[in-house]
């Protein structure tokens, strides 16, 4: 009974307390001890148990499991309820044989033998002795360099044991000979295991220090495994890619025939839905750089109906199921989200594109204000960036004009040359990007258990789970409309018809040539067609429809974009090009970057690209136009109703880029090759 009163005595203090709960201890798998350990371990745990949950005497536990009251004593205080590095109490782990709960500490003073040993734990022992020289050394190898400061970032190990020596001879230690000088590695193994264990304990500073404040970030977001599973269209993520791939377009030359200029990278604005890993919508910017305009281009596609464009490099270019959600069912098309998940970017975050998100899709903007992510950071946004590599490792980066992911993927090419030799021109590079794009909806992906995005998606719709909402077709057809308050001019007072200045342009019509009423007021004044600034509907504040209106000289003939209006204008207030009275605005740009072109190592400017991407719609469009035309006049002849008739597509504006409209195929290119391209005529 004496030791089982020791035993009450000494574990009634640890016993009594009201977070002493045994059956909260950590636990291990008994399966990863050798037999012999594991039995020790049972042997410990099941003493323990007896006394504190059955109230077992210590000479039953002694006798059960050979063990004293005083080793059991020991096991609890001085093991299993000391703290682990992890946080919490060490508990059944401690039992474990030949675990140590605490590290070694050295209590002798070093003595060094002839063979170089005897000095364990003794920079241990030193940093005990020389406390101000522990926090000096702390603060060394815990040191970080300043984001906006001028420092040292990649600092060796060798450089830190280099100075806790200088440090160390200035307390006289090589003086006195004693450790670390009168060891042969000098001490630089224990400094190195200590530096280690310092950015094990401080893991945000480590971070800072080896990949700075980007990968302090990144340490703070996660990897993502406690995202909330999220329903079909919750949530969406944008990111705009550069194209890892070189292309030209071909300028027509005075003396006849064409050549090829290198135009600059280009850029490709995706939205991708997160539950299917389906692309919703994309867009190509000719820009420099991505705007806002590019980014509400991408968010109007993605709500509005896909087509299958005719490709001219193969007759198979598209898998059977190929497609943007939009043109695979009907259900799709215009459908809204409720998140869009972005990087920071300036052109995804600015006020316009957070209008249109929240007033056309009613979907609210995540960034870095709102979240851990952070521009160009490929952890808060997983889903984008996986297609982002996917598009590059299965498409341009396979071509030998590729610029690829970093210097070495060149392998010694000049994408440039290339690019050139080959003529692979810009519109074929939409092309095949509008493949990769339709063919990765249709193809078997891991993490949706080898389906499609596609099959995805209609699983999920047809479980239930898919909330259709959604978009105004109004809205969405006016989402990259501009709008402004202009001033009347004109009138009897000045001798000429009433007019408006809208964005470097006069415009005026019939109906406003009328009202005089309303010179020296403001009326709204709307780009309703996004491709052709030509024309533009007006009302009055009150409401009151003005019709459209038409520019006048040199804005009238050419259909052209505000941006490219405004490319034109900043050409001319640098007297680089003179517009006439009378003349194409448009045209006149166009020929005079096309005559400076050859001459100029600098790449085209993006607004002639705009334009021709432009010119070439509306001269398909025309196209489809004359085929009616000639199909009508076929069937009068004729007389027969059972002739097929070719309809020309309606031109339904689709993210500023109309649908094709078939094309006669002997004016067709043959199949199979990259003939060259001709720029849209416009006259």
């Not at 490709?268 to 509400?296: C, P």
């Not at 005559?595 to 469009?621: F, G, M, T």
């Amino acid at each position: 009974m004496r030791n089982g009163a020791l035993m009450g005595r000494t574990l009634r203090g640890i016993t009594d307390r009201e977070d002493f709960d045994i059956d909260a201890w950590p636990d291990i798998d008994e399966g990863a001890l050798p037999e012999d350990m594991r039995a020790a371990y049972r042997n410990r745990k099941r003493a323990i148990r007896l006394y504190i949950v059955e109230g077992a005497t210590a000479s039953t536990i002694r006798s059960e499991c050979r063990l004293s009251a005083r080793y059991l004593n020991r096991l609890v205080r001085q093991r299993c309820m000391r703290t682990h590095p992890d946080g919490r109490i060490w508990g059944w782990r401690a039992l474990v044989p030949r675990v140590r709960v605490e590290p070694y500490r050295r209590k002798k003073p070093v003595r060094v033998n002839a063979q170089g040993r005897g000095a364990v734990a003794a920079l241990q022992l030193l940093l005990q002795l020389e406390p101000d020289f522990a926090v000096r050394l702390e603060t060394k190898i815990l040191k970080a360099c300043p984001a906006q400061q001028l420092g040292e970032v990649r600092r060796p190990r060798h450089a830190v044991w280099a100075w806790a020596l200088d440090e160390l001879r200035k307390l006289g230690y090589e003086a006195r000979n004693e450790w670390p000088f009168n060891v042969a590695s000098m001490g630089y193994w224990a400094l190195y295991r200590h530096a280690n264990k310092l950015m094990v304990a401080n893991p945000a500073q480590a971070a800072q220090i080896v990949g700075g404040p980007d990968l302090a970030k990144k340490l703070k977001s996660g990897d993502g495994v406690d995202r909330p599973v999220l329903k079909p269209f919750e949530r969406v993520e944008m990111d705009a890619h550069h194209i890892d791939g070189r292309f030209v377009v071909l300028i027509p030359q005075p003396h006849g025939g064409w050549s090829p200029k290198l135009i600059h990278r280009l850029w490709i604005i995706v939205l991708l839905e997160v539950v299917s890993r389906a692309v919703i919508g994309y867009h190509l910017s000719f820009n420099f750089e991505v705007t806002k305009e590019d980014t509400a281009r991408a968010i109007k596609k993605a709500l509005t109906r896909w087509r299958r464009r005719d490709i001219r490099f193969s007759d198979r270019a598209y898998c059977d199921d190929a497609a943007l959600p939009s043109g695979h069912h009907e259900r799709y098309v215009g459908q809204c989200w409720n998140e869009t998940s972005v990087d920071g970017a300036l052109a995804e975050t600015c006020k316009t594109v957070r209008d249109t998100l929240r007033e056309v899709v009613g979907s609210s903007l995540l960034d870095p204000t709102t979240g851990f992510a952070k521009r160009r950071s490929k952890d808060d946004r997983p889903f984008i960036e996986s297609f982002n590599r996917a598009l590059a490792s299965r498409g341009l980066q396979r071509l030998s004009n590729t610029t690829g992911g970093k210097p070495a993927d060149k392998q010694g090419r000049d994408p440039e040359k290339i690019a050139v030799i080959s003529e692979f021109q810009v519109e074929y590079a939409e092309e095949l990007l509008d493949v990769l794009v339709a063919n990765y909806n249709a193809t078997p992906h891991s993490g949706l258990g080898y389906r499609t995005p596609l099959q995805m998606l209609d699983f999920q719709a047809m479980s239930g789970r898919l909330r259709p909402r959604y978009a105004d077709p109004e809205s969405v057809q006016g989402l990259l409309s501009v709008r402004k308050l202009c001033i009347v001019r004109g009138g009897f007072a000045e001798g000429r018809a009433p007019y408006v200045e809208f964005y470097n342009a006069r415009y005026s019509s019939e109906l406003l040539n009328q009202r005089n009423d309303l010179v020296g007021r403001r009326i709204w004044v709307i780009n309703h067609l996004e491709d052709d600034a030509r024309l533009a509907r007006a009302s009055t504040q009150e409401g009151i429809s003005l019709g459209v209106l038409r520019a006048q000289s040199p804005w009238h003939f050419t259909p052209h974009s505000l941006a490219i209006r405004s490319a034109i204008k900043s050409f001319v207030h640098q007297r680089r090009i003179a517009l006439g009275n009378g003349g194409d605005a448009a045209m006149t740009f166009m020929k005079f970057v096309e005559e400076e072109a050859p001459r100029r190592k600098l790449p085209v400017h993006p607004a002639y690209l705009e334009l021709r991407r432009i010119l070439l719609e509306y001269d398909e469009l025309r196209s489809g136009e004359e085929q009616l035309k000639a199909a009508r006049a076929r069937l009068a002849e004729t007389g027969s109703r059972n002739e097929v008739v070719v309809k020309p597509r309606k031109l339904v504006t689709v993210g500023g880029r109309a649908p094709e409209t078939p094309t006669s195929r002997s004016n067709s290119p043959t199949r199979g090759s990259l003939p060259p391209l001709r720029k849209a005529a416009s006259g």
